[in-house]
């Protein structure tokens, strides 16, 4: 059956990463012209963003568990499943599209590893694509990239791929279920907001990039 995917390997400039390590970021296009990302996401895709709850409970048990809970409790509401509020959205960022994002890894998938780590901050872009917005993790082993669909008024839809080390093309979403992405943005106060990636490929439980207007 035919799928649209997302042609993440097609680069727009607003998204173009300049640091040395950085992801040549797509154009985020559509081979079918939607917004709605039910047409684009795969079904396990699909089934991942149905289960981010339960998958976020379940971390936050892990790092309680393992000794974590009070860096997890100083994240505030950064970490609360439910602290998501109306906002309109994230906006695009006003500097070259420039957001200051920073990465915290809640549970672990496999014995052997952390169930929290949090990340020094890097720079990301969030920027029109379009009719939609697109988002690129400019530095970093793991640099997710993709689009950002309307949701409903507490969040909106993230869907794109994972580039690895240093490589500079971005998979086409769909192509390889390893390296596909998938998570909500929710805005958790005044000019902050996070992406959500539950049950991620790697390593752990679920992935929240806080992400902060540069």
Not at 31 to 60: I, N
Not at 64 to 69: L, S, W
Not at 85 to 98: C, D, E, K, L
Not at 197 to 210: A, G, I, K, N, T
């Amino acid at each position: 059956m035919w799928r649209p995917y997302l042609a993440l390997s097609l680069l727009a400039p607003s998204l173009i990463a300049v640091t040395a390590c950085s992801t040549v970021a797509p154009n985020a296009v559509i081979t079918r012209a939607t917004r709605d990302w039910r047409q684009v996401a795969t079904p396990a895709d699909r089934q991942r963003l149905r289960g981010w709850r339960t998958a976020w409970v379940g971390a936050l048990r892990q790092a309680e568990a393992g000794g974590f809970g009070e860096q997890v409790r100083r994240e505030g509401v950064l970490l609360q499943p439910d602290a998501a509020i109306a906002g309109g959205g994230v906006p695009n960022g006003t500097y070259r599209g420039t957001y200051r994002c920073r990465l915290l890894k809640l549970g672990a998938r496999s014995q052997g590893l952390l169930p929290f780590a949090a990340y020094q901050p890097f720079a990301c872009r969030i920027g029109q694509e379009r009719d939609l917005q697109g988002f690129a993790k400019l530095s970093g082993s793991q640099r997710q990239v993709g689009l950002i669909f309307p949701g409903d008024q507490l969040r909106q839809v993230f869907l794109g791929t994972l580039v690895l080390g240093d490589e500079r093309r971005a998979m086409q979403y769909g192509a390889d279920a390893e390296r596909d992405v998938a998570g909500y943005v929710e805005q958790v106060g005044p000019g902050r907001w996070r992406l959500v990636l539950p049950s991620p490929r790697y390593e752990s439980l679920v992935d929240v990039l806080e992400l902060v207007p540069a």
